[in-house]
């Protein structure tokens, strides 16, 4: 049951994200019938599997959304604005209702009751809330044909009388149509007590006459039974509708099916024209329960006999439907145990390839033909497994929704979110370590970005502000955008707060660019007070040190009056690179290929000298920072001739241009990450290490960090990242 | 003999929870995720019951009871309705597809299968 509970909520999840994508299509105007079912069978599965577990809370209000939902399916109510506004409030309400369930929490309701409360005024007809359905947490069993008539169960009695009881059944053709069968209610009914079968053959023609579909024995059943009129019932219960049926017990007459039909439509005001059979045992209890259930009202009749007659035709076209993908579920383990075994077969492959080089085998062997294919293969099944990790963007861009409501209520703005690019993939572990500091600069861009109403109405733009979310792919990687059209970087304020701070001297020129950037710097933060939104002691240092922990940069560009642009660039995956091998000191050092702008064989002429140590090398009309990689790291002591080695120039997350230089350039690869951290400790300027096709470990530079750890001044301090400080 | 019962449902923790109730009870499971897969499964095997739910993706319950009665093979295999849906209309929409009867949702295996053995033969 355990692991039931445990598909549930996994499936609650799925739904959630269903539902929330389909009531943003909706509320951009696609409410064709499949986007708006789509919402309804999601909420609706919610509703359905919480029954099962008696999660109480989450019944009711999933029932409620789920009611005023229907009321969309039917037509009755029109996705306007302020209906979609409400329902997306709904959609947030489940969803925390679906957490608190799944840790066992209860909600106050008081939480949640205005929102279930405007929910509930959406089904409301002309103030008048519309009947519910009853919901019933007791399974029950409801027979056909009558339309909400409860059936009260006969009270307990405690002797068991023997009653008597003569039936009459003639069963319809629709009986045997719809897969009933005399015999098995005949033995259903012979399981209650002592019973006498007759069985009336009059009406049976002659054989040449008989339909086979026909229906033409009607039956006389004397029951002696414990049981009571609701059990004997119980037993007709799938026939109803399909066979005359009359009940009498213990010599007490009952009336027909038929005259019972007409009696209630009489009383309700129809009629008697409807195909309306009636279930009830007795008469006391039909004429009880019109009195006794309200819900039986004549609309609801009328709505009951002519089914779905108003309801609009499905959509066939369903242009904007979403499509629904056949998928396997496979846990995550399985699915890293492959790549790392890829992984393994990509180093042994490499391996193969250098025993084959080393060997002097023709090109034109078989051997060498053969390793081709299989470094083909080999490569071409690295990135399959590396696609199953490979998740989109969607449940996370439809996250960041929600906390644009959340922060825009709480600060009195109105703002849309815009997303594109949903299905843009990227890496499982990507995904997950992006919500956090994407959650962090939706907050920025809503709280801090967009201008409040009365502001940007002064400013002569629309009431409601926007932010877009975009992600796409480009050149290998996963490039993701805030934007706003809000206010823009107040780059006046931005630069007095940082002297005021210390982080940058009085006098300091720094050009829009490096201004915007001190938004990057730890402890950096222009509110004025410390609002409950975005001051939550996380800085926008911290949004780039996650972000650049996933080997990714981050870039900020503003203009003012016009909004800012927050811009992310991430790699796909985070279990290969593409690196240029390089050879420092005799160690193979893989550089990181996103990072090199370009390499340079420089000339004695370029080389520099800045103050005691220093260098800095001229390429073309700009001086950029030396780093000499052998010194840097340790492996020799005396810096080498840039005229016998190699430079790299590389920028790093920062948009800083240095080079690095190097012996010599090896290749340009495809490399397997292996953690440092896990398997041996963190190394300044090295992120991570790969296995060689020789079998020999190569370091991956960290680029990023042994620029700071070499050149940067205070202003780009907040670099100084992954280091273990 | 065991008999056979393919359940039609869309949600995975229904499927998982009928999956239990009825092979405990010594059954034989058919599972489909939809109208359009119920048919399918239909298409390799023949079942003694069919329990199906309603509201569905692609084919729903009432597509899939309509279809199973049009083919002459499952014309006589009885098909249980479960569904949260307790609306009377489409009590009487599905009983004209050809639904054999119907169980609301919460179940209680107990109940559900003594529906199936009720209609089983």
């Not at chain 1, 739904?15 to 079912?37: F, I, K, P, Y």
């Not at chain 1, 209000?61 to 506004?85: C, I, N, Q, W, Y």
């Not at chain 1, 690196?579 to 340079?600: F, K, N, R």
Request: net charge negative; hydrophobic share 40%; aromatic share 4%.
């Amino acid at each position: 049951m355990a692991a039931i509970r445990q598909t549930f909520f996994q499936e609650c999840e799925e739904q959630l994200s269903e539902m929330e994508m389909g009531l943003l299509a909706m509320d951009e105007g696609r409410t064709d019938s499949e986007t708006v079912n789509a919402v309804f069978r999601a909420v609706h599965s919610i509703k359905g599997g919480a029954g099962a577990f008696k999660l109480t809370q989450l019944v009711q209000f999933a029932h409620t959304f789920e009611t005023a939902l229907d009321h969309v399916r039917s037509g009755k109510l029109a996705p306007a604005p302020e209906v979609m506004k409400i329902m997306l409030r709904a959609a947030d309400v489940l969803a925390d209702l679906v957490e608190a369930s799944r840790d066992g929490r209860e909600i106050n309701e008081a939480s949640y009751e205005a929102v279930a409360t405007d929910v509930k005024g959406l089904t409301l007809v002309d103030g008048q809330e519309e009947v519910e359905e009853p919901i019933d947490f007791q399974p029950t069993v409801i027979d056909f044909g009558l339309p909400e008539i409860s059936i009260e169960p006969t009270p307990e009695i405690t002797e068991a009388p023997s009653h008597q009881y003569h039936i009459n059944f003639t069963p319809h053709p629709e009986l045997y149509a719809n897969a009933n069968e005399t015999v098995l209610v005949l033995r259903e009914l012979n399981r209650l007590g002592t019973m006498e079968a007759v069985c009336d053959a009059s009406t049976l023609p002659s054989l040449e006459d008989i339909d086979p579909n026909g229906a033409y024995f009607s039956w006389s059943i004397r029951l002696t039974s414990e049981h009571d009129t609701a059990d004997v019932r119980e037993v007709f219960e799938f026939v109803e509708g399909e066979a005359d049926l009359s009940i009498d017990s213990d010599g007490q007459a009952e009336v027909s099916d038929a005259d019972v039909a007409a009696l209630l439509a009489m009383a309700l005001g129809n009629s008697p024209a409807t195909e309306m059979v009636a279930s009830e045992t007795s008469t006391e209890a039909n004429v009880a329960a019109n009195q006794d259930a309200p819900e039986a009202t004549p609309s609801e009749i009328q709505a009951a006999i002519t089914p779905s007659a108003e309801a609009p035709k499905q959509d066939t076209k369903a242009a904007a439907a979403i499509p629904t993908q056949t998928t396997i579920r496979v846990e995550f383990d399985r699915v890293d145990r492959l790549i790392n075994l890829v992984g393994e077969l990509v180093i042994n492959q490499a391996m193969l390839s250098q025993r084959v080089i080393e060997a002097n085998f023709a090109g034109s062997s078989s051997v060498v033909i053969g390793l081709e294919e299989l470094e083909q293969l080999t490569r071409e099944i690295q990135e399959s497994v590396m696609a199953i990790r490979a998740q989109p963007v969607k449940p996370l861009f439809q996250r960041m929704s929600r906390i644009v409501r959340e922060v825009a209520d709480a600060t009195g703005k109105e703002v849309r979110l815009k997303t594109e690019g949903e299905a843009t993939e990227v890496d499982k572990t990507v995904v997950e370590r992006l919500a956090e500091p994407l959650t962090h600069m939706i907050r920025n861009a809503v709280d801090h970005g967009i201008e409040s109403p009365e502001a940007r109405a002064a400013a002569g733009k629309p009431a409601e502000g926007n932010v877009r979310l975009t992600a796409a792919h480009r050149s290998g990687r996963i490039v993701i955008e805030i934007s706003d059209d809000g206010a823009g970087i107040n780059r006046q304020k931005v630069r007095a707060s940082a002297i005021k701070k210390g982080l940058i001297a009085a006098d300091a020129q720094l050009s829009d660019s490096d201004i915007d950037n001190l938004l990057f710097l730890p402890g950096f933060s222009t509110a004025s007070t410390i609002s409950s939104i975005s001051g939550r002691g996380v800085g926008m240092d911290v949004v780039k040190r996650s972000i650049q922990a996933l080997g990714g940069r981050i870039s900020i560009s503003s203009r003012p009056g016009l909004g800012s642009t927050f811009s992310m660039s991430l790699p796909l995956t985070l279990a290969v690179l593409d690196g240029m091998a390089v050879s420092v000191a005799g160690q193979t050092l893989v550089v990181p290929l996103t990072a090199i702008v370009e390499t340079l064989k420089p000339k004695k002429a370029d080389i520099h000298a800045l103050g005691a140590e220093g260098r800095v090398m001229s390429i073309r009309d700009t001086f950029v920072p030396l780093i000499d990689v052998g010194t840097e790291l340790g492996f020799r002591n005396t810096a080498t001739q840039p005229e016998n080695s190699v430079a790299i120039l590389v920028e790093t997350g920062g948009g800083a241009r240095n080079a690095l230089l190097v012996d010599s350039i090896q290749d340009q690869r495809q490399v397997v990450i292996k953690s440092l951290e896990a398997n041996y400790g963190t190394v300044a300027g090295i992120a991570a290490a790969t296995i060689l096709g020789d079998g020999r470990v190569a370091l991956i530079l960290d680029v990023d960090a042994l620029v700071t750890g070499s050149f940067e001044d205070s202003l780009s301090g907040e670099l100084r990242y992954g280091t273990g400080d | 003999m065991t008999q056979t019962i393919l359940t039609v449902d869309d949600s995975r923790t229904m499927r998982d929870m009928l999956r239990m109730a009825l092979a405990e009870a010594g059954f034989n499971v058919l599972q489909a995720v939809d109208g359009v897969d119920g048919l399918e499964v239909l298409q390799r095997s023949t079942p003694d019951v069919i329990v199906t739910d309603i509201n569905m993706p692609k084919m729903d319950g009432f597509g899939l009871i309509e279809a199973v009665r049009q083919d002459s093979r499952y014309r006589k295999v009885p098909i249980l309705v479960l569904t949260t849906e307790s609306d009377s209309a489409k009590k009487l929409r599905a009983k004209e597809a050809g639904a054999t009867g119907w169980i609301v949702k919460p179940f209680e295996p107990t109940k559900l299968i003594a529906a199936i053995r009720r209609v089983a033969a």
